[in-house]
Nanobody, 114 residues
Framework: QVQLVESGGGLVRPGGSLRLSCSVSGIDFPRNALGWYRQGPGQTRDLVGTIASGLGTYYSDFVSGRFTISRDNFKNTVDLQMNSLKPEDTAVYYC????????WGPGTQVTVSS
């Protein structure tokens, strides 16, 4: 059974940074591509970016070089470093094992506000 637990969210001022982490269990972690998604108030759940088993990354256009996804195949964690945060980045952030479309963690709330 896939389990995903996100952490690291919180309240940050515009221009600030946060680092989110996701602990993953129940899968062959090193062999799986992983992704981060987000869902803002009244919005759809959108892809932030992905990281392949071979460490290649993809980011949605709105990231604009501000976010970085990394993974630790020994700790079975995937992180999302977010810099230059904007109010529109306010959302619940979720990680996901891309081969398991129905498995979601509880998410972690990120609020960007002055």
């Amino acid at each position: 059974q896939v389990q995903l637990v996100e952490s690291g969210g919180g309240l940050v001022r515009p221009g600030g940074s946060l680092r989110l982490s996701c602990s993953v269990s129940g899968i062959d972690f090193p062999r799986n591509a992983l992704g981060w998604y987000r869902q803002g108030p009244g919005q759809t759940r959108d892809l932030v970016g992905t990281i392949a088993s071979g460490l290649g990354t993809y980011y949605s256009d709105f990231v604009s070089g501000r976010f970085t996804i990394s993974r630790d195949n020994f700790k079975n964690t995937v992180d999302l470093q977010m810099n230059s945060l904007k109010p529109e980045d306010t959302a619940v952030y979720y990680c996901k094992a891309l081969s398991y479309p129905d498995s979601w963690g509880p998410g972690t709330q990120v609020t960007v506000s002055s």
